[in-house]
């Protein structure tokens, strides 16, 4: 069966550190650009960092720059997202998805996606 699977989601502090992971299974994700993306109650999906197939490259929402690091392990078809320093208005329902060609933070560019994680923190 062809899908991402997210885990790593849940409650913390604000201040605190989570580390999203993203394992697909059925494909190789290895050509696919890889991203994350949030999106809260009442607001539209954000594209919150990416990173190109072979993992040299990689973009970030302005919000995030700092605090976020997108990785990947080919090698075990899976990508991450280490987030430190979370803020409230971190709250979100945390999704990866995976492009062929193009690699930016738009989402009609991705046409896979995984059912996603919540993250919430507190004040």
């Known amino acids: 069966q062809v899908q991402l699977v997210e885990s790593g989601g849940g409650s913390v502090q604000a201040g605190g550190s989570l580390r999203l992971s993203c394992a697909a299974s059925g494909y190789r994700i290895s050509i696919f650009c890889m991203a994350w993306f949030r999106q809260a109650p009442g607001k539209e999906r954000e594209g919150v960092a990416r990173i190109d197939s072979g993992g040299g490259s990689t973009l970030y929402v302005d919000s995030v720059k700092g605090r976020f690091t997108i990785s990947r392990d080919n090698a075990k078809n899976t990508v991450y997202l280490q987030m430190n320093s979370l803020k409230p208005e971190d709250t979100a329902m945390y999704y990866c998805?995976?492009?062929?060609?193009?690699?930016?933070?738009?989402?009609?560019?991705?046409?896979?996606w995984g059912q996603g994680t919540q993250v919430t923190v507190s004040s």
């Open positions: 998805a995976s492009a062929y060609g193009s690699c930016g933070l738009r989402s009609y560019a991705y046409s896979r």
